[in-house]
């Protein structure tokens, strides 16, 4: 039934196309087989939310596909050599691999935290420098790249027919809004460089081209063909890399293999705070790490995934608030139900509409509004089959796998809060104040668990606890 179900879905997905501007019917190029590269982290400082988005975003995605019966091979890049790492190493008087070893391994510290799956391949830029150089030769004899004058080697945006195509920017309009430099190499501003000869102190390789390194634009061409093939199916990254740097990708990566590059190019959308896009000089940008401080990884997930990927996601507190109330919500559902199975029933009516939902263009918002149903139903029913639908679900989008008890009292408290011990220390009292037949002693204690945001629920079983 499962295969019948997930051939359907494979008839069914839909994904908005960022190369043909509209949502395409998905026809994966192998028949029950996706592969999907998506351009990953520069490794020389904290991952921010722009950062914490897109790992979200493709995890979901990758996870869905998945779900829906297909085999993925799922490539997210490192890169681990560029002008902003070098920079910071000498900055900080270390080597380049302890710069990039150190962030690497924080990366894999947040995307657990927020519960991302590990892709198939987590290539690093510094491996794959024989397979750029191969590439750059390509383009060399294909006529699309030379070496200037001052070393560096450049491919000629010129001489590409297609360019522009994914951004929709014209070379002219490009030209008009480009300054010329002064006493550059280029043949054309608009060119940019493949392999960046090596200067004084840097990191180098050798190279036909003389000794140097790669640059930014050539790492994800080699890297994606070598692991996925010269065409595949899906390539994603975050809107800001749009222009140029898949751009540039396309124009590499056709104009050495002479066919096409990626069949379907998906962007997630900027993240903002309060309304204003975020960014250093504004100082309202934030890591990670620093959003982790004042919330459950699980709700940071979920705020994520609240909205859909292609639109503006809006940073603030309020809204990370009210995500931890409706996660909380959900779990307050699923209490006493911690041990069911998780295993879907893809024929159930809240299945086939969070299908529905997710097979057009990867809808969580509408997937979201099905579980918030599936709830309401099961706090009417308290039905073990659908609590088990409820978890099944959600576990597809990456929530709801912990005990519901956990947590609800795993909440952080607020600034000045009751820390745990303390909570279960009142509640201690407040049961022996009743056992004692001292009512008024247990209300009390009940109404200063109550002011400091402490919810009770009382049952045969005991008194349980969480955070309003």
């Not at 690497?104 to 391949?121: C, F, R, S, T």
């Not at 293999?257 to 959308?269: D, P, Q, R, T």
Request: net charge negative.
């Amino acid at each position: 039934m499962f295969a019948e179900a997930a051939k359907r879905v494979r008839q069914m997905l839909k994904i908005y196309n960022s190369l043909a501007r509209e949502k395409q019917d998905f026809v994966p190029i192998e028949p029950g087989r996706v592969r999907m590269y998506v351009c990953g982290m520069t490794v020389y400082d904290y991952c921010h939310l722009g950062h914490a988005r897109v790992l979200v975003v493709f995890d979901m995605v990758q996870r869905w596909l998945k779900a829906s019966g297909y085999a993925v091979t799922y490539v997210r890049n490192i890169t681990d050599i560029d002008d902003k790492i070098i920079r910071r190493a000498i900055e900080n008087k270390e080597t380049i691999g302890q710069l990039t070893g150190r962030f690497i391994a924080h990366m894999n510290e947040d995307a657990a935290a927020l519960g991302v799956q590990k892709p198939d391949h987590e290539p690093k830029a510094t491996e794959y420098v024989p397979q750029m150089l191969d590439m750059i030769g390509q383009l060399e004899k294909n006529g699309l790249a030379y070496q200037a004058a001052d070393g560096d080697v450049n491919y000629s945006v010129r001489k590409f027919a297609g360019y522009g195509k994914l951004s929709g920017k014209s070379l002219d309009d490009l030209r008009a809004g480009e300054r010329v430099e002064v006493d550059s190499a280029k043949h054309d501003p608009l060119d940019f460089v493949l392999w960046k000869h090596a200067k004084e102190g840097e990191p180098f390789w050798q190279s036909p081209w003389g000794n140097g390194r790669p640059g930014w634009h050539i790492e994800c061409s080699a890297m994606s063909s070598q692991l996925l093939g010269k065409h595949f199916d899906i390539h994603g990254g975050g809107q800001d890399l749009q222009f140029p740097h898949h751009e540039n990708e396309i124009a590499q990566s056709e104009g050495a293999h002479s066919c096409a590059f990626v069949n379907y190019w998906m962007h997630n959308g900027f993240v903002r705070v309060d309304d204003e896009k975020m960014s250093k000089s504004l100082g309202n940008f934030f890591t990670i790490r620093e959003v982790l401080k004042k919330y459950d990884a699980e709700v940071v997930r979920f705020f994520i995934l609240r909205a859909h990927y292609r639109s503006p996601l809006n940073y603030s507190d309020a809204h990370l608030d009210d995500a931890r109330h409706a996660l909380t919500r959900l779990y307050t559902a699923l209490k006493g139900f911690e041990t069911v199975a998780a295993a879907i029933d893809w024929k159930e009516a809240h299945a086939q509409r969070f299908r529905t939902a997710l097979d057009d263009d990867f809808g969580t918002p509408e997937a979201v509004a099905v579980l918030f149903d599936l709830a309401a139903e099961l706090n009417r029913s308290h039905s073990a089959t659908l609590a088990a639908q409820l978890k099944g679900l959600a576990g597809v989008l990456g929530l709801l796998g912990r005990d519901a008890q956990s947590f609800l009292q795993a909440a952080p408290a607020a600034e000045g809060g009751l820390a745990e011990a303390d909570i279960e220390r009142l509640i201690a009292e407040r049961a022996a104040a009743k056992k004692a037949k001292n009512y008024a002693e247990a209300d009390r204690l009940r109404g200063e668990l109550t002011a400091a945001g402490i919810v009770l629920e009382d049952s045969p079983a005991g008194t349980t606890w969480r955070r309003a």
